[in-house]
Nanobody
Framework: HVQLVESGGGSVQAGGSLRLSCAAS????????MGWFRQAPGKEREGVAR????????YYADSVKGRFTISQDNAKSTLYLQMNSLKPEDTALYYC???????????????WGQGTQVTVS
């Protein structure tokens, strides 16, 4: 049983920073794709960043390039998303996901966390 638990969300002013964490359990953390997605009210869920845990290769959506950084701690089976220079349009429920797709499409991921809210004012 795969479990993903996000934490680190909160409220911040524009220009501020937050770091999200996603603790994974119940599956082999190595050599899987893990991603961060977000969903704002009334909008579709969109991919923000993803990482292949085997190599550490990362890919970002254009909207967050240069501001967000995805990273991992393999020993802790934990994925992170460092978010800097936050904007009001970054406000959303942020989800962690795991799967084999390795893109930014939701269809490549089988397992999802419960989400953590990020609000930028």
């Amino acid at each position: 049983h795969v479990q993903l638990v996000e934490s680190g969300g909160g409220s911040v002013q524009a220009g501020g920073s937050l770091r999200l964490s996603c603790a994974a359990s119940g599956h082999t953390y190595n050599r899987v794709c893990m991603g961060w997605f977000r969903q704002a009210p009334g909008k579709e869920r969109e991919g923000v960043a993803r990482m292949y845990t085997g190599s550490g290769s990362a890919y970002y959506a254009d909207s967050v390039k240069g501001r967000f950084t995805i990273s991992q701690d393999n020993a802790k089976s934990t994925l992170y998303l460092q978010m800097n220079s936050l904007k009001p349009e970054d406000t959303a429920l942020y989800y962690c996901a795991a799967g084999s797709g390795c893109g930014l499409s939701v269809f490549g991921y089988n397992y999802w966390g419960q989400g953590t809210q990020v609000t930028v004012s």
